[in-house]
């Protein structure tokens, strides 16, 4: 086991509570996909539906719930709104999930 500083209980709380805050809003599938789909650069709403085939209602509704959260911000360009990922510690533990999740093994096809 690795040797980690000693955290005080009040300190750990607060990052408790707001690790716990991120993971709520990563919990929901269709949040997840869409901050998975921006790390690898801005998009718009069009090419997020056209590539996670999520519906324009509940893909809105899912940018607002991020947008709240500040986890993703805007650029406007014309009529096109385009969305990235704004929040470093979210985009740290996408990263960590992707590793953990999606990355294929070397040398092994996944099952």
């Not at 650069?41 to 090419?47: A, D, I, K, M, Y």
């Not at 360009?77 to 999930?97: E, H, N």
């Amino acid at each position: 086991m690795s040797k980690v500083a000693r955290v005080p209980a009040h300190a750990m709380r607060q990052a408790a509570g707001r690790a716990t805050a991120a993971l709520r809003v990563l919990a929901n599938p269709d949040r997840l996909l869409l901050l998975c789909h921006l790390t690898q650069g801005e998009h718009c709403v069009s090419e997020l539906e056209a590539a996670l085939d999520i519906q324009q209602p509940t893909l809105s509704q899912q940018l607002g719930v991020l947008r709240a959260k500040g986890l993703v911000a805007t650029r406007k360009k014309g009529k096109y709104v385009y969305y990235r990922v704004a929040d470093q510690a979210a985009l740290a533990l996408l990263g960590t999930l992707y590793e953990v999740y999606c990355k294929k093994p070397a040398g092994r096809a996944r099952r």
